[in-house]
């Protein structure tokens, strides 16, 4: 799950790390306030949408007066911003970040992530702050440092040593960054993050340390034991059939193709995805529907991929084992009744109590293509589409 800036500064502020006040705003009026109560000098206004570059879709304006603060804020509330990460269709803006100004004497970039791979957090930081990691990485990887920090030993002084080196730092400043990096590994853990990335990280002229701006992913699986951050879920960000998939238990991603998916299990459902590939089509989404789907669960998984109108065939592919196949079937026939079904509908069921299940399919009177393998039903379902 995905927060915004202002929200990640918060939780970060609470761990006594160093942000600059500012102001969430919906307006330009409260715009123009919060760079008053800021002091009136030189602020910064910040597009809030999930998606980085938002500068160079001008999303990011400075203002050196709570008047041209709201001027930038006419231009950007409502706009729809437009980014690398956003693809074409870009993210409407509905509010905006006021922030402090500072003066920059340097720049760094920093993110901790879970580093699967090594069992550990890694923090990735380089001198090159304020441009995207990715370029970074591409035109100068020796201007990148890699940090493994164990989970079982936590942060350590000579993690510090490390990076004081690789950032070419001052150790007089030693102190400063050990506190720092400690900060934000415990608010990394401690709140159960999957990413959390601060571009830039500066030195103010004055010697200090500050976020300038803090992108932050939390672990969805660990909200339960979050309910703060469950909070931050900002529903205007989140694809409607995303959020409508999460309230039932399901697992949805949306793609560009045209063959919508029903799958039980996660490795089964980018099994076929794949094979859908191989056949030459396009799979429109991924959905897990779970080990223990009810016929109340089949449907609303049906209500979902019928909401994308890209869809224009679905091949359901269950394995029947915790769940069983001819429950399955009579979820499939109670939706596709329920729904008026007007796509093409291939279904391929193995496992318990299969040959009922089958049974019940092609009794139901209903435009039901059955398959046996995995193969034969994508060649099907593509044939639909074709």
């Known amino acids: ?114 580093d699967r791979a090594n069992r550990c957090i890694s923090i990735i930081a380089s001198t090159e702050g304020g441009m995207e990691i990715e370029e970074v990485a591409a035109k100068h990887p020796e ?75 939390v672990d969805e699986n660990a909200l339960f034991r979050q309910p703060q951050l469950k909070t931050f879920m900002d529903y205007d960000e989140v694809d409607a059939k995303d959020l409508e998939a999460s309230k039932f238990g399901l697992s949805y991603i949306a793609l560009d193709g045209n063959i919508g998916c029903m799958v039980n299990g996660a490795g089964l459902a980018m099994a076929t995805m794949d094979i859908i590939k191989a056949e030459g089509g396009e799979p429109a989404n991924f959905l897990d529907v779970g080990g223990g789907a009810s016929k109340e669960t089949v449907t609303e998984a049906f209500k979902i991929l019928l909401s994308d109108s890209k869809v224009k065939a679905i091949l359901v592919n269950i394995f029947g084992g915790i769940m069983k196949c001819d429950i399955i079937a009579g979820g499939i026939i109670a939706a596709a009744k329920e729904l008026s079904l007007n796509v093409p509908l291939v279904v391929r069921l193995q496992g318990t109590n299969v040959e009922l299940g089958r049974k019940m399919l092609s009794e139901s009177g209903l435009k039901i293509t059955t398959a046996d393998t995995m193969d034969d039903a994508a060649r099907k379902v593509v044939k639909e589409v074709s």
Request: positive net charge; glycine residues 12%; charged residues 20%.
């Open 143 to 217: 201007k990148i440092i890699t940090v493994k920090v164990d989970p079982k030993s936590g942060y350590q002084g000579f993690h510090t040593v490390k990076l004081i080196s690789g950032l070419k730092l001052s150790f007089e400043l030693q102190k400063d960054l050990h506190k720092l990096f400690s900060g934000l590994y415990s608010s990394f853990i401690n709140s159960d993050l999957s990413l959390l990335e601060i571009n830039p990280l500066v030195i103010t002229k004055q010697g200090k340390f500050v976020i300038l701006d803090a992108k932050v992913s």
């Open 1 to 114: 799950m995905n927060i915004h800036e202002y929200q990640a500064k918060a939780l970060l502020l609470s761990y006594g790390l160093p942000v600059l006040k500012g102001y969430i705003c919906y307006t330009p009026g409260e715009v123009e306030a919060a760079a008053d109560n800021l002091g009136g000098g030189i602020c910064v206004v910040k597009a809030q949408v999930h998606a980085g570059g938002r500068g160079k879709g001008g999303g990011v304006k400075v203002a050196k007066s709570p008047k041209e603060a709201k001027a930038h804020a006419e231009k950007i509330l409502g706009m729809t911003l437009v980014t690398p990460q956003t693809g074409a269709q870009g993210k409407l803006v509905r509010k905006v970040y006021v922030e402090a100004g500072c003066e920059i004497d340097r720049e760094f970039y920093v993110s901790l992530l879970v």
